[in-house]
């Protein structure tokens, strides 16, 4: 198995929108390399929106991805005592409570410029939400986008609040690792959320139906019902992620930690001399096969969940 330092090193080598570079602080977190995720939150700091978006690159069209920076920041505020980084997770969570775009049920639009519930929203808001003391609402946002977008324990890619109806309905890998890898995170989190086993239950849900299409070679499709579509890697990453968190922190049963070392080694056989994950759901669109640099950031998050090798404390 590519050592974490050379996955580390491709993933720093690439470029990031504001939810990688949250996606990438969190794997720096599980790694123990507090320095490394102080740096990653001072620079989402630097990119603060006026509105209170976190890691915000030229405008980004995202009314939420921000918010994927905000557990690093807050363990930036509690390590170094600095108003900067407090200050700048107040002012991400008063955009999510306050003036994000949202359904008139609360549940958070996607986009600035549409009114679409995405399930990726899931993974960038819920355990920030969370670790910010607000699980009322982290917990909100899940049964809201659970109701528009979970069909038969899958979720659909995106609903639209216009139509009422679905406007992408496919039951895309990225999408289901999104939501299951946001549950389990913000269990390990905040261990006393409340509704947790309703949320464990909902995770567990999902990930089984996800389980049930794997392909032989232990992978899945892009969308993971539809076998025209591109063989993928990330998703068995963010399932093995989900997987051996769940068992570990015991809400899953311990044999999920096989599960979750398995996917991972399926995943792992992807990955290249360089450390880069080949055959993720690519950057820059995201429609076909390719790199990208949350990929880069679920394969550190897997491993160490898995409880494989790590990188020592550096504080």
């Known amino acids: 198995m590519t050592s974490p330092e050379a996955v580390l090193t491709a993933l720093l080598a690439m470029q990031r929108q504001s939810w990688e570079q949250g996606v990438a602080a969190q794997a720096a977190l599980d790694l123990g390399r507090h320095d ?18 976190l890691g915000d690159v030229d405008g980004e ?26 200050a700048a997770a107040r002012r991400q969570l008063a955009w999510l409570t306050g003036d994000a775009p949202r359904a008139a049920d609360g549940t958070l639009f996607h986009l600035l410029g549409g009114r679409e519930v995405w399930a990726d929203t899931v993974y960038m808001v819920v355990p920030f939400l969370a670790l910010s003391g607000r699980a009322d609402l982290a917990v909100a946002q899940v049964e809201g986008h659970r109701r528009r977008l979970c069909r038969d324990g899958l979720y659909a890619a995106v609903w639209s ?16 690792g999104w939501v299951v890898a946001a549950i389990a995170r913000t269990l390990r989190l905040v261990p ?6 309703v949320l464990a239950a909902h995770a567990r849900e999902v990930l089984d139906a996800c389980l ?16 025209s579509t591109f063989r993928e890697t990330n998703a ?3 399932f093995s992620y989900a997987a051996s968190a769940g068992a570990a922190d015991g809400w899953l049963p311990a044999s999920y930690a096989d599960t979750g070392r398995d996917l991972l080694a399926a995943a792992s056989r992807e990955v290249d001399g360089h450390g880069v994950v080949r055959g993720a759901c690519g950057s820059p669109t995201f429609d076909a ?5 949350e990929a880069q950031a679920f394969h550190l998050l897997a491993r160490a969940a898995a409880g494989l090798r790590r990188f020592g404390p550096s504080d």
């Open 61 to 86: 069209a995202g009314a939420v991805n921000g918010a994927a920076c905000g557990e690093a920041v807050l363990a930036a505020s509690r390590r170094t005592g600095g108003e900067i980084f407090a």
């Open 289 to 293: 096969s390719g790199t990208s640099a």
């Open 212 to 227: 049930a299409l794997r392909r032989p070679d232990g992978l899945f499709h892009d969308v993971l019902d539809d076998p």
């Open 161 to 176: 609040e216009e139509t009422g109806s679905l406007r992408r309905a496919d039951r895309w890998g990225g999408g289901n």
């Open 236 to 238: 068995a990453q963010m």
């Open 192 to 197: 006393a959320l409340p509704q947790r086993d």
């Open 36 to 53: 490394l995720a102080l740096l990653l939150a001072e620079a989402a700091v630097t990119r603060q929106a006026a509105d209170g978006r």
